[in-house]
């Protein structure tokens, strides 16, 4: 049973640069959640995708924006991007039941170092 | 504004010791607390728990939720090496499965 993925696993971007960050869910998951993990601190929920939509938002600004796509994978954008975007940034999936059983518990991925010089 | 606080910020402890990580919690429409591992990069999901005083265990590890006082505890007995990490927090928000996230507790377990 496959687990949460992410690729890549690190990138360098420089001030400005556009970023996209790829996830694929737990195997009979259908929600994606992304978070932003800066050093030394918990991670901070950036927004959640179920059914190709984005269905809640944490606060951050409209340069990050995500996609989900048919196959419940989802891609994270972030325009325009500061030196404080420099963190490690996480896909988790759960499921209501869509795609599968339902589970509240989300599983995380790997996550995807960025660093913004 | 929801709030998680985790404590202590770290602890180092020998082999064998018995720990206790204390995580507290302000927030409007909980669901659930969670607990998570996280050695490298990916939290590793440990204890989801939802109704007050009923213990949850596996193994050396286990966990009990307050929800009148708001806090929930994670104890581990006999500690090993490679139970050094970040040991994270968070609460289930209603209405959107949103994780708030406390900062963590390092652990670090000397041999």
């Known amino acids: 049973d496959a687990g949460v993925t992410q690729s890549p696993t690190h990138l360098i971007k420089t001030r400005g640069q556009q970023v996209t960050l790829r996830c694929s869910p737990k195997?009979?998951?259908?929600?994606v959640s992304w978070y932003q993990q800066a050093l030394g601190q918990g991670p901070q929920f950036i927004f959640q995708?179920?059914?190709?939509?984005?269905?809640q938002r944490g606060n951050f600004p409209d340069r990050f924006s995500g996609h989900q796509f048919p196959n419940y994978s989802s891609e994270l954008n972030v325009n325009a991007l500061l030196l404080g975007d420099s963190a490690l940034y996480l896909c988790?999936?759960?499921?209501?039941?869509?795609?599968?059983?339902?589970?509240?518990?989300?599983?995380f991925g790997p996550g995807t170092r960025l660093t913004v010089l | 504004e929801d709030k998680v606080v985790q404590s202590p910020l770290s602890l180092v402890v020998h082999e064998g010791d018995t720990v206790t990580l204390n995580c507290s919690y302000e927030?409007?429409?909980?669901?659930?607390l969670l607990w998570y591992k996280q050695e490298k990069k990916a939290p590793t999901f440990l204890f989801m728990l939802t109704s007050s005083g009923i213990e949850k265990k596996s193994g050396r590890l286990s966990s009990i939720l307050d929800k009148k006082e708001l806090f929930s505890i994670l104890n581990i007995t006999a500690t090993q090496t490679g139970d050094s990490a970040v040991y994270l927090c968070?609460?289930?928000?209603?209405?959107?499965?949103?994780?708030?996230f406390g900062a963590g507790t390092i652990l670090r377990v000397k041999s």
């Open positions: 927030v409007t429409n909980f669901r659930s």
């Open positions: 988790a999936s759960s499921s209501w039941g869509r795609a599968g059983t339902y589970s509240d518990t989300q599983y």
């Open positions: 195997s009979g998951h259908d929600t």
């Open positions: 995708y179920y059914e190709e939509e984005e269905r």
């Open positions: 968070a609460v289930l928000m209603e209405y959107g499965n949103k994780l708030v």
